[in-house]
Nanobody, 123 residues
Framework: QVQLVESGGGLVQAGGSLRLSCAAS????????MGWFRQAPGKEREFVSS????????YYADSVKGRFTISRDNAKNAMYLQMNSLKPDDTAVYFC????????????????WGQGTQVTVSS
C-alpha cells in the first residue's frame, strides 16, 4: 500500500503562483510514476502532469505546459507541482496519484490517490 497526502492549495489571484506538495508513505519503493490530476466542479478529472519516480521523464497537459513544473525528491518521498501564471480556469481540486505500472496520462493508470487539495484562482 502507498499513502498520499497533498498540501499547498489555497486561494490566489490570477497571475499568481502556488506550489503543491504530495507526501508519499508506505511501500514507496513500488512506485513507478506519480502524477497530478485535477477536477473542477461539474467536469471530469483531467491529467495535469506526471513524472517517473526514478528517471527524468515528465509530461504535461497542453493547458499547463510552460506554466506548471513537476518535480520530485526521492529522499523525502515527495512530489511537487509549481504552478505559475495561474488562471481562473485552473480552479479545481488537485489530486496526487501513484502508479505501480507505468507513467500514464489517464486516471485508470494510477493505483493510489490522495484526498485532494483545493486550488481557487480569482479573476
Amino acid at each position: 500500500q502507498v499513502q498520499l497526502v497533498e498540501s499547498g492549495g489555497g486561494l490566489v489571484q490570477a497571475g499568481g503562483s502556488l506550489r503543491l506538495s504530495c507526501a508519499a508513505s508506505g511501500r514507496t519503493f513500488t512506485i513507478y510514476a506519480m502524477g497530478w490530476f485535477r477536477q473542477a466542479p461539474g467536469k471530469e478529472r483531467e491529467f495535469v502532469s506526471s513524472i517517473n519516480w526514478r528517471g527524468v521523464n515528465t509530461y504535461y497537459a497542453d493547458s499547463v505546459k510552460g506554466r506548471f513544473t513537476i518535480s520530485r525528491d526521492n529522499a523525502k518521498n515527495a512530489m511537487y507541482l509549481q504552478m505559475n501564471s495561474l488562471k481562473p480556469d485552473d480552479t479545481a481540486v488537485y489530486f496526487c496519484a501513484a502508479s505501480l505500472r507505468g507513467n500514464s496520462w489517464t486516471s485508470s493508470g494510477y493505483d493510489y490517490w490522495g484526498q485532494g487539495t483545493q486550488v481557487t484562482v480569482s479573476s
